[in-house]
């Protein structure tokens, strides 16, 4: 139904910045939320961010808050995660997320589609 791909990660120092993106199939992408999430080694997956089907409305975990923006282009069906000032604690697999809904939400839960993930490296 959707399919999300993610792009962009990499091994970067602390201070840097990264740019991911996410690339949705399907004509109703604008009708999806997007989300972001992350999953370090042995640590449950947390929320990064959210934004609204518009692109009108952003929601951002405490952790990247002034650091991490949140974009889409519905026109190219993309969704980006920019990344500012990287920090080692920034480490993990980044996974974008798309959820039936046009409001955003930082529950895992909601989310109907998930990309493959692509690997954040933040080294000291």
């Known amino acids: 139904q959707v399919q999300l791909v993610e792009s962009g990660g990499g091994l970067v120092q602390v201070g840097d910045s990264l740019r991911l993106s996410c690339a949705a199939s399907g004509r109703t992408f604008s009708r999806y939320a997007m989300g972001w999430f992350r999953q370090a080694p042995g640590k449950e997956r947390e929320f990064v961010g959210a934004i609204s089907g518009s692109g009108g409305s952003t929601n951002y975990a405490d952790s990247v808050k002034g650091r991490f923006t949140i974009s889409r282009d519905n026109a190219k069906l993309t969704v980006y995660l920019q990344m500012n000032s990287l920090k080692p604690e920034d480490t993990a697999v980044y996974s974008c997320?798309?959820?039936?809904?046009?409001?955003?939400?930082?529950?895992?839960?909601?989310?109907?589609?998930w990309g493959q993930g692509t690997q954040v490296t933040v080294s000291s």
């Open positions: 997320a798309a959820a039936s809904r046009l409001g955003a939400s930082m529950f895992a839960s909601l989310y109907d589609y």
